[in-house]
T-cell receptor, first 111, second 114 residues
Framework: AQRVTQPEKLLSVFKGAPVELKCNYSYSGSPELFWYVQYSRQRLQLLLRHISRESIKGFTADLNKGETSFHLKKPFAQEEDSAMYYCALKAGGTSYGKLTFGQGTILTVHP | DAGITQSPRHKVTETGTPVTLRCHQTENHRYMYWYRQDPGHGLRLIHYSYGVKDTDKGEVSDGYSVSRSKTEDFLLTLESATSSQTSVYFC?????????????FGEGSRLTVL
C-alpha cells in the first residue's frame, strides 16, 4: 500500500522569502507524484506533476527517489500563494487514476 | 472549471438517518471518485467508478455505498449516518487514466451529523 506524508500542517513565511513544502512517500513501485492546491473559496486543482518537470506559478518540485521525497519549492513567496497544498501519489498499474493524498499543508504568506 | 456539480452543498442531519450526495458531470468523463476531507487526514478515497455500473471501494468505504447508473451521475449514500461521517465530501472526475493524475474536483458538500 502507498502512503504520502506531509510533515507540516502549517507553514508561515513572509512575502519574498523562499518556501518549501515537504512531501515524503512510501510505495514499492514507480510512482507518479503531484501537487494539488486549494485557494480560498476555490476548487481543489492540479498545480504540477513530476513527469512534466514544469514550473507553475514559480513553483517547482523534483522527485527524489532515493529520499522518496517530492518537495514543493518557490524562491520568492507571494501573498497569493497562501492556500492549502496537497501532495498526491498515483500508483502504477491498473489504479484507475486513483490518487493517495497527504494530510495537507496550509501555507500562509504574510505581507 | 470542469462541469461538476455536487448537491446538496450543505446538509445537517441526525445520527441514523440516510443521506445521499449527488455528483453530476457534464464532461462525459469515464472515471469518478468520492473523497472525504478531514483535518489531519487530508483527502481519503471512499469509492470510485470506472464506468457505468462499475464501482469499487477506496480506503475508507465502510458505512458508504455508491451507485452509477449513467455516465454523468455518481451517488454516494450513507445508509445510516454517524457522527464520524461529519466531513466535507468531494467528488472528482478524470478523463482517462493515461492523462495521469489530473482530477477535476467539485466544490464539495459539507455534511454535519448530529
Amino acid at each position: 500500500a502507498q502512503r504520502v506524508t506531509q510533515p507540516e500542517k502549517l507553514l508561515s513565511v513572509f512575502k519574498g522569502a523562499p518556501v518549501e513544502l515537504k512531501c515524503n512517500y512510501s510505495y514499492s513501485g514507480s510512482p507518479e507524484l503531484f501537487w494539488y492546491v486549494q485557494y480560498s473559496r476555490q476548487r481543489l486543482q492540479l498545480l504540477l506533476r513530476h513527469i512534466s518537470r514544469e514550473s507553475i506559478k514559480g513553483f517547482t518540485a523534483d522527485l527524489n527517489k532515493g529520499e522518496t521525497s517530492f518537495h514543493l519549492k518557490k524562491p520568492f513567496a507571494q501573498e497569493e500563494d497562501s492556500a492549502m497544498y496537497y501532495c498526491a501519489l498515483k500508483a502504477g498499474g491498473t489504479s484507475y487514476g486513483k490518487l493517495t493524498f497527504g494530510q495537507g499543508t496550509i501555507l500562509t504568506v504574510h505581507p | 472549471d470542469a462541469g461538476i456539480t455536487q448537491s446538496p452543498r450543505h446538509k445537517v442531519t441526525e445520527t441514523g438517518t440516510p443521506v445521499t450526495l449527488r455528483c453530476h458531470q457534464t464532461e462525459n468523463h469515464r472515471y469518478m471518485y468520492w473523497y472525504r476531507q478531514d483535518p489531519g487526514h487530508g483527502l481519503r478515497l471512499i469509492h470510485y467508478s470506472y464506468g457505468v455500473k462499475d464501482t469499487d471501494k477506496g480506503e475508507v468505504s465502510d458505512g458508504y455505498s455508491v451507485s452509477r447508473s449513467k455516465t454523468e451521475d455518481f451517488l454516494l449514500t450513507l445508509e445510516s449516518a454517524t457522527s464520524s461521517q461529519t466531513s466535507v465530501y468531494f467528488c472528482a472526475i478524470s478523463e482517462s487514466i493515461s492523462r495521469t493524475g489530473e482530477l477535476f474536483f467539485g466544490e464539495g458538500s459539507r455534511l454535519t451529523v448530529l
